[in-house]
């Protein structure tokens, strides 16, 4: 059974770097898939952050663009998410998933999310 | 980017009924749209894609229909499990985009 996990630090300051691992298990990464990175802020929806493809190719969010960097780790079976210059606005819980690809980017696996704190 | 609009933002529904949730695209998205149930603590879980296609594991009270700029998520009888947060995404464009969402609670 497919399995994500996210890892990192809960707390990050403001105008510092956010990072976030995914760890999957129970499916190789470099076999097939979009892996994705989605947030949700404390009382709003679901926001799509970006995608990473398993050779390494990527979409971000236009409007994060800019700040984000989503990097894939075959050997470790992880996908990771860094956004730099976080502000209040970046304080969300944020969840890893899976995406089938080829056009049908909908996520069919998720991570139990983690939240991030954006501290000033 | 496609703007998807869901409504009601809420919809008190009593254990047993029909529930009726509407997600609309801004523009077409063809059938690439997406259904989730999110309850608080846990992710979100697949419900629907290909605007009616069920994910495995889902039960038979919940379908989709639509297509183009106008979906539906149909709740045929509502358990005490399906109280949550519904949300629809459209997957026909980049940038990916969710709908705001739909809480169905309790009447």
């Known amino acids: 059974q497919v399995q994500l996990q996210e890892s990192g630090p809960g707390l990050v300051k403001s105008s510092e770097t956010l990072s976030l691992t995914c760890t999957v298990s129970?499916?190789?990464?470099?076999?097939?898939?979009?892996w994705g990175w989605v947030r949700q802020p404390p009382g709003k929806g679901l926001e799509w952050i970006g995608i990473i493809y398993h050779s390494g190719g990527t979409h971000y969010s236009p409007s994060l663009k800019t700040g984000i960097i989503i990097s894939i780790d075959t050997s470790k079976n992880q996908f990771s998410l860094k956004l730099s210059s976080v502000t209040a606005a970046d304080t969300a819980i944020y969840y890893c998933a899976r995406a089938l690809g080829s056009g049908t980017y909908f996520f069919d696996y998720w991570g139990q999310g983690t939240l991030v704190t954006v501290s000033s | 980017e496609i703007v998807m609009t869901q409504s009601p933002a809420t919809l008190s529904v009593s254990p047993g009924e029909r529930a009726t949730l509407s997600c609309r695209a801004s523009q077409s998205v063809s059938s690439n749209l997406a259904w989730y149930q999110r309850k608080p603590g846990q992710a979100p879980r697949l419900l629907i894609y290909g605007a009616s296609t069920r994910a495995t594991g889902i039960p038979a009270r919940f379908s989709g229909s639509g297509s183009g700029t106008e979906f539906t998520l149909t709740i045929s009888s509502l358990q005490s499990e399906d109280f949550a947060i519904y949300y629809c995404q459209q997957y026909n464009n980049w940038p990916l985009t969710f709908g705001g969402g739909t809480k169905v609670e309790i009447k």
């Open positions: 129970g499916y190789s990464i470099s076999s097939d898939y979009y």
